[in-house]
């Protein structure tokens, strides 16, 4: 269970600035040499095979007829809430730090979702 989630936490713990920028306001965007990315961006890099996707002119994550943040969630076997509080910057004070999202990662894979319904009952969802 949580494979791909896993697999994203060791791409992010082994990312080095080679080339790739890291910054959660970005899915996935090639500009000159450099390409910036976030944390699902960087899962379409390293593999880009994995079906993930960012629609050149909408700048939308897509996967499987989904966008956005359904998509990283139906990738990852996640809810949208998940997907938004592990991927979505305005859930993070620093955007520019990988560990973090490790972090975050962590401590969803410790509590198997267990907090998640507070989590939205907090944000009144």
């Known amino acids: 269970m949580f494979e791909k989630l896993n697999e994203l ?3 992010l713990i082994e990312h080095r600035d080679n080339g ?3 910054n959660l306001f970005r899915w996935k965007t090639t500009m000159g040499c450099n390409t910036i990315c976030c944390a699902v961006g960087l899962h379409m890099y390293h593999k880009p095979d994995c079906g993930l996707v960012v629609d050149e002119w909408t700048s939308e ?3 499987e007829g989904l966008r956005s ?3 990283a969630a139906k990738f990852y076997g996640i809810t949208e809430s ?10 993070y004070h620093v955007h520019d730090d990988p560990m ?3 972090a975050r990662i962590d401590w969803f ?3 198997k979702g267990g ?7 907090f944000e009144g969802t």
């Open 61 to 63: 994550l897509r996967f």
């Open 9 to 11: 936490r060791k791409l």
């Open 82 to 91: 998940e997907a938004l509080f592990l991927f979505s910057p305005r859930h």
């Open 100 to 102: 973090l999202v490790v």
């Open 115 to 121: 907090a998640w319904d507070m989590l939205a009952a």
């Open 20 to 22: 790739v920028q890291f």
């Open 109 to 111: 894979l410790k509590i």
């Open 69 to 71: 943040y359904k998509a």
